[in-house]
């Protein structure tokens, strides 16, 4: 694995990036690990256990729920799912997070003046 | 499983749940990625291992996923029971609305029990328990002399000046000793005069109690030495009263009984030292002091060490106990009386805190009505726990389908729990309306002279405990009624249909309760019953003296304090002549007379006289008498009988032979089978005096106790400066008392008359803690009897409804009403009938409380007991009778085919 090309993740946004996993349905933890992997095509390094404090924070929070139920292969396993109040945070991060890339990217190509390339 | 389904059926989520699972997730975590790493070819050892470090530090995971969850765990417990208290509380105004007879039976019978307790314990509050309004409270004693002589045994004799001096040297555990006395005072400024209630007081005392003036300044160590200027200090109501509250009057002279005093300073409002109700009623302490002067002490007084006349107070000095204080006080004493010609083992000394001295007389009475009203407390509770009972038992059904639903057992108890406090707040609440207005009217009619009663309001305290005792009582019943509705009985109510038959443990408490209730009725009755036979017998002892007619009333003739007595008294034999004279001319007045101490006012002096002629071998061989000073017209006014001999006449002066009459009981008791008249005696140790006359017993302290041996000393030959003066009239009472005053003021100037009463009400008022007494037991007594025929037909009435199949069984089967009617009554009459065995036997352990209350009637009275038991009986058959007539009447076809 190569550390150096992974990007450590701002405060704050590993949380958007769980939830967003849920969308589609209950899982657990592990596939919400690897969805986050495959997703950022294994360019964001999430440690496991602070994926795990995320979901159990969230938890906490009431914004997803958990229930024990059967992995693929067969095993007990804790899957978590969205409440409504969870897809409002989503949705209200989300949106938080593209105007904030927006303007940063913005902020990052003008020119000397100001103005937008 | 979620936490849903576990909040619904309220599972436990127990702790170690949250880490069981916790480790179940990291587990699934690396074994599914160690399983994905070997199908990409690795040793499973190589997968677990780089599983792990992928994960990270599992057992920092661990714990802090666990705290996370614990947290989230218990807030959602705290929510649940707080939005299941809602419920429950909801839920409890729902039920309470249903079963409205139910609601107002258990909320009166509450307000009933908490309001009459509270009011109570706010009279006890007030006078024994709070402090006394000083600062040094807690230090303050009274100190007092004993003495063991074969005439007198006193354990709160007074101190004589030169005593109290001496003391005051030796004595270590004191920080300060003060000394102080009655003295009443007239004051001549302004329009009218007026008679103060004044003590004449040490310089220390006000800094023995702790109290600052208001204005001014306290006595300091100059003003009570004999020869200072005179000094005086102004109660609040007094400055208010007769100065308008005008601070200027501080550093002006005021004329008392004639002299003129400089006001040095004004006590602050509620500082009333020395209350008479507080102290021994020997020393004739007003009710309230408004005003003192310094106590000084003339050579005269200190060298009659035998004259015991002065109160002493004193603050411990910090770490001295009472009981310390006490022995350094006895030793002294001890070692002291040979200074004043006594015996050291004859005289000791006594050291009280003020605050027991204070309650000392009420004690006993107050804390029996508070007894009392403890009983009537019992008796609500178990009435309301009675109807709970019943109420839960028909209600088996009810929680039967709760529990089948899936409420737990706790969910259950926290049900009932809340309705029964719910029930429990709103009857203390009531209760509290009640006390508030049970304590106002209370305070009303309380007996005269009872100590602190200036004290007295619903406290907070007192508050507190009401609900505490309210709430622990609706928990307790609730949990109860809850573990006899035990799982497996309610299944069996569900199939049952809720009938249940009588015998279960539930049934059994129910009637345990009702015959509980009997019981402490009938000792509240009973201890009714005895006060009121005590005070009907009371009400007809004949006090010796004939109260119709007549009026009694305090004349205060001019004295000068600091000037010497035995100099002063013929003065007082002229004006106390005259007044008599002027009384006389009065319209309508038949008899006119003065007395010292006025009969039933609890007042008495005493001494020891020996016979001329009969030498006494032992000194407790000498007659020891009460002594009265009364001028010619007082048997007359009184209506005491002359029995033998002749009364003092205008002739008994200072320039005749002494003379003296006495009592028949004193004659009965020293010159028995002889004629006392013309026998001589020598009182005060002075010249020898002619009995010449023997008249009617009185009964001086109180009704209930006989008469004392007494001596009556004409007021012409020793003369006080205080009487009572009794005028037997014709006339209207109201219309003599201004004529009255009238006189007083002509006959000499400085003379005041005041506190005129009818001797009805002298008689009356002798016998109003009494009445207080019992006309308290007696509402209490009425109140246990209602709750407990409230609870008694509770109990039958369920007992009917629960029976109406079996009774439609009797009914069909050729029964007749009366049988069914004899059956239910008999069933009253049984669970009365053992509350009598269990009362009665409570009552006779307990009647030893109740001994000093009575008069002439034993604790354990049969003719009482009986009386009452039937009276519980007829109640009993009373309140049986409601439901045993509804049983009568039951239709046995309805009845069998019907629920």
Same mark, same amino acid.
């Given at each position: 694995m190569t550390q150096s090309q992974e990007l450590d993740l701002l405060q704050g946004t590993l949380d958007v990036l769980v939830l967003r996993s849920l969308i589609w349905g209950p899982r657990h933890g592990y596939a919400v690990a690897r969805w986050i992997k495959t997703a950022s095509a294994g360019a964001l390094g999430v440690e496991d256990r602070a994926l795990y404090v995320a979901l159990h924070r969230l938890e906490d929070r009431g914004w997803v729920t958990s229930e024990w139920g059967l992995s693929e292969n067969n095993r007990k396993a804790k899957f978590y799912r969205l409440t409504s109040a969870g897809r409002g945070q989503l949705r209200a991060e989300s949106a938080r997070w593209s105007r904030y890339a927006a303007a940063i990217a913005r902020v990052l190509t003008a020119s000397e003046e100001g103005a937008p390339a | 499983m979620s936490d849903e389904p576990r909040r619904i059926f309220r599972l436990s989520s127990a702790r170690n749940s949250v880490e069981r699972d916790v480790d179940d997730e990291i587990r699934f975590h690396i074994d599914t990625r160690s399983q994905e790493l070997e199908r990409d070819g690795m040793t499973p050892a190589a997968a677990q291992e780089q599983a792990r470090r992928e994960f990270g530090d599992a057992i920092a995971a661990r714990s802090e996923l666990a705290a996370i969850d614990r947290h989230r765990v218990s807030r959602a417990a705290r929510g649940d029971w707080w939005s299941g208290l809602r419920q429950d509380v909801r839920f409890a105004v729902r039920s309470l609305g249903r079963a409205r007879g139910f609601a107002v039976a258990a909320l009166l019978t509450l307000a009933l029990g908490i309001g009459a307790a509270t009011a109570m314990l706010s009279v006890v509050d007030g006078i024994l328990l709070s402090p006394l309004p000083y600062p040094n409270h807690d230090r303050v004693v009274l100190v007092w002399t004993t003495a063991r002589l074969p005439e007198i045994q006193s354990d709160e004799l007074p101190f004589s000046a030169g005593n109290f001096l001496s003391l005051r040297d030796r004595a270590r555990s004191f920080d300060g000793l003060a000394a102080f006395r009655s003295s009443r005072l007239t004051i001549t400024d302004g329009a009218e005069p007026e008679q103060l209630p004044g003590a004449r007081v040490s310089a220390r005392l006000f800094e023995v109690l702790g109290v600052r003036p208001l204005l001014g300044r306290t006595f300091d160590a100059t003003d009570d030495e004999p020869g200072a200027a005179r000094a005086t200090i102004l109660g609040y109501g007094l400055w208010q009263r007769r100065f308008g509250g005008d601070p200027s009057v501080v550093g002006r002279a005021v004329h008392l009984n004639g002299a003129s005093y400089t006001v040095v300073g004004i006590m602050p409002r509620g500082f009333d030292f020395p209350r008479g109700a507080e102290l021994p009623g020997g020393l004739q302490f007003p009710a309230q002091t408004e005003i003192w002067t310094p106590l000084a002490f003339t050579p005269r007084d200190l060298q009659? #060490?035998?004259?015991?006349?002065i109160a002493v107070a004193g603050s411990l000095r910090p770490g001295v106990t009472a009981a310390q204080a006490r022995d350094e006080v006895d030793r002294i004493m001890h070692a002291m009386a040979p200074e004043f010609g006594g015996k050291p083992e004859e005289w000791g000394g006594n050291v009280v805190r003020m605050q027991e001295a204070a309650t000392q007389a009420v004690r006993g009475g107050l804390l029996l009505l508070l007894g009392a009203v403890g009983l009537v407390l019992l008796v609500a509770c178990t009435n309301v726990s009675n109807l709970l009972l019943v109420r839960t038992a028909s209600r088996q059904r009810e929680l039967a389908v709760r529990a089948a639903l899936g409420a737990g057992r706790g969910r259950l108890v926290r049900q009932l729990v809340s309705e029964n406090v719910l029930l429990a707040l709103l009857g203390a609440g009531l209760g509290v309306l009640l006390a508030a207005w049970a304590t106002r009217a209370l305070t009303g009619i309380l007996p005269p002279g009872l100590p602190r009663a200036e004290d007295i309001a619903v406290s907070w305290r007192v508050l507190l405990a009401a609900f505490a005792v309210a709430v622990a009582t609706g928990s307790a019943f609730g949990y109860a009624a809850v573990l006899h509705a035990s799982p497996s009985g309610l299944a069996g109510s569900l199939r049952d249909g809720g009938r249940t038959a009588g015998g279960t443990p539930h049934a059994r408490l129910r009637r345990g309760l009702v015959v509980g209730e009997v019981a402490l009725s009938l000792m509240l009755l009973v201890g009714g019953a005895l006060l009121l036979e005590s005070f009907i017998r009371l009400q007809r002892v004949p006090p010796g003296f004939d109260p119709d007619g007549a009026i009694a009333a305090t004349v205060s003739l001019p004295a000068d304090p600091d000037a010497d007595f035995i100099a002063q008294q013929p003065r007082w034999a002229d004006i106390g002549a005259t007044l008599v004279e002027r009384v006389r001319a009065i319209p309508g007045v038949r008899a006119v007379g003065l007395i010292s101490s006025l009969p039933l006012t609890g007042a008495m002096e005493a001494t020891t006289v020996s016979v001329v002629g009969r030498p006494a071998a032992d000194p407790s061989d000498r007659p020891h008498l009460q002594y009265q000073i009364a001028s010619p017209g007082y048997f007359a006014a009184m209506g005491?009988?002359?029995? #033998?001999g002749r009364t003092f006449d205008s002739h008994d002066d200072l320039n005749a032979p002494r003379v003296v009459m006495i009592s028949a009981a004193a004659a009965a008791k020293y010159w028995p089978g002889r004629d006392a008249i013309g026998e001589r005696i020598r009182i005060f140790d002075t010249t020898a005096t002619e009995i010449v006359g023997i008249v009617g017993d009185v009964r001086q302290l109180s009704l209930s106790e006989p008469a004392e041996p007494t001596l009556y000393i004409p007021a012409a030959q020793f003369a006080y400066p205080v009487y009572s003066l009794v005028v037997r009239s014709s006339a209207d009472p109201a219309s003599l008392t201004q004529a009255l005053r009238d006189a007083a003021r002509q006959s000499v100037p400085g003379t005041t008359l005041t506190d005129v009463r009818t001797l009805d009400a002298v008689f009356a008022e002798s016998l109003a803690q009494r009445r207080f007494a019992m006309l308290l037991v007696g509402c209490f007594a009425a109140a246990a009897l209602l709750l407990a025929a409230v609870g008694l037909y509770g109990v039958i009435a369920y007992g009917v409804s629960q029976r109406v199949h079996e009774i439609g069984i009797r009914l069909a089967l050729g029964a007749r009403a009366a049988d069914v009617q004899r059956l239910v009554i008999r069933e009253g009459v049984t669970l009365t009938l053992a509350g009598l065995v269990v009362g009665a036997a409570a009552a006779v352990a307990l009647s030893g409380l109740l001994r000093r209350q009575l008069y002439e009637v034993s604790p354990a009275d049969p003719a009482t007991y009986v009386a009452i038991g039937a009276l519980l009986v007829v109640v009993a058959v009373a309140a049986s009778w409601v439901p045993a007539w509804r049983a009568s009447r039951v239709e046995p076809v309805k009845a069998l085919r019907g629920e």
């Open positions: - | 009659q #060490r035998g004259t015991l006349n005491i009988p002359v029995m #033998r």
